[in-house]
């Protein structure tokens, strides 16, 4: 596998105090080949110009967040959120990217009927097949942490989400591996190998506790947490997935931090803990140091 | 299945404003057939004395909360945490109890290894079954929920808790079904399929959001979340379970309300979501009123 920091991709969501531009113009400084980008980045823009944008430096969208939510049993909002997906399927394919992250909805509407939930999400899919095979953009089922399943998703393991994807086109329908949703799981490592060509994306950041009010910003570094990034790279890649590798981190107590600073060690720590390469630029005692008095 | 609450149980974790001895008149006087324990709960009294005051009232107790913590690499800490694993058997029997609870820890001292946190506990259980069996206590072993995985408990699922269960005689280690901890689980249903005569407690409360800081002190009250808790109770009936239902809620937010007040809810609220009897007392409406004035 390729070194340095080509295979890395930085999604939008890491360091929101930058635009898109300051984004790109920062990775292409550093080599970073490609970014993530979010639906409301292309909100009000055409996204044929973001995506021209990004090339236009020599970088790539890797991924489009995000569609999904599809649990909800009432018609009407089952059609709005058809047509919400087909459109983010060309906004996908608008700006250059054939990976639509997929996130499929908690159990809004449901009650407490989990398996009906989960029934809704099987039929959204298979209605959006022939859309994403029409604009050559995978739907990428992404597993969510089981923390997430009553509000976010109900698709809580990468075995279920490739149950999921199982009967459809492996070019229609991919799955998302994200270190933090799949860590823990005591069959990640069957599922990746079983995932083989649908996984469409791969995503690091670290588990670090105690979790936030809400959970859902309390994403950590690569080397601060409790996740062997680089067993499970080598997993992914062994199942024969060689296209990038996104920090996707969602931390509000980065937002006061200067952009520069946190991509810089979004970069030594890819290479670090996620590539494994032996520390080239701080101590890794300066790093924890600098970590520290950044995320807590 | 018995109606009533004669197989209600309530842990004692569920209402700490009231010593044991209120709690076991409390619940004698609404017929509520036994209480669970926890080891703090027996320091510097006798546990037999404890048992026998829950006895003469006519309850028991259904179990001892809790042992485990025995995924540190250390030696010396691993001698320590087996002898009071011992310890907490002999507690178990003392109270005349044969469910021990077991909570197999995070992963302190474990690094990011987390297979190998998990191989000391299929050790540590291993090392337990002799003294189990000598003293005709259960080791319980709980899956807890995958967001405790770093800092309390590598056992995240009920099959994987039945992995490490299997080697060793039914009457020797044992595992627990508690519907906050399983409920996300695709495969639930077979699990405790598989389990049978394994389960040795199960335990409900309910699955609410948003989630607290720390994750700890999130569970709510039957009937205010997402768990569809009579089918999680009839899958475990199926599955030839006909013991003790026991209420475990830790909730900050309760702790200033009266005992008699939670108590009664929780009657109430297993007679109607998790018996699934028609509500007798007050509407549900009332109910759900009282909550929110309660919970949040």
């Keep these: 596998m390729t070194a340095g920091p080509e295979r890395l991709s930085i999604n939008r969501a890491s360091i929101r ?5 300051e984004l790109v113009e920062a990775c292409a400084a550093r080599s970073v080949g490609g970014v993530g980008l979010w639906r409301d980045d292309v909100e009000g823009v055409k996204a044929a110009a973001v995506g021209a944008q990004v090339r ?3 970088l790539v969208v890797t991924s489009l967040c995000r569609g999904g939510f599809v649990t909800d049993p009432d018609p009407a909002e089952r059609v709005r959120r058809h ?3 087909r459109r983010a399927l060309d906004e996908a394919a608008a700006l250059g990217t054939d990976v639509l992250v ?3 909805g908690g159990m809004a509407g449901s009650g407490t009927d989990l398996a009906g939930a989960r ?3 099987v039929e959204a ?3 959006l097949v022939p859309d994403a095979l029409a604009r050559g953009v995978r739907v990428a089922v992404e597993p969510l942490h089981p923390m997430f399943c009553s509000d976010r998703c109900v698709i809580s393991t990468l075995d279920q989400a490739l149950d999921l994807a199982d009967p459809f086109p492996v070019e229609a329908v991919g799955v998302v591996v994200d270190a933090y949703h799949v860590w823990w799981d005591p069959g990640v490592t069957a599922a990746i190998d079983r995932a083989g060509a649908r996984i469409a994306a791969f995503q690091v950041c670290d588990w670090v506790t105690p979790l936030p009010e809400g959970v859902l910003t309390g994403r950590g570094l690569m080397g601060d947490g ?3 990034l680089p067993a499970l790279r080598e997993t992914v890649e062994a199942a024969g997935y060689t296209g990038p590798i996104e920090v996707e981190i969602f931390n509000d107590r980065w937002r006061g931090r200067p952009g520069d600073e946190l991509l810089d060690l979004m970069v030594r720590r890819y290479r670090t803990h996620v590539l494994d390469e032996t520390p080239d630029g701080p101590t890794q005692r300066s790093e924890a140091a600098w970590t520290a008095r950044t995320t807590t």
């Design 226 to 228: 409790a996740i062997a």
């Design 56 to 58: 236009d430096a020599g």
């Design 102 to 104: 997929f996130v499929a």
């Design 17 to 21: 105090q930058w635009s898109v531009r």
């Design 83 to 85: 047509d919400d997906n």
């Design 125 to 127: 899919v298979a209605e």
């Design 119 to 121: 029934a809704r999400v």
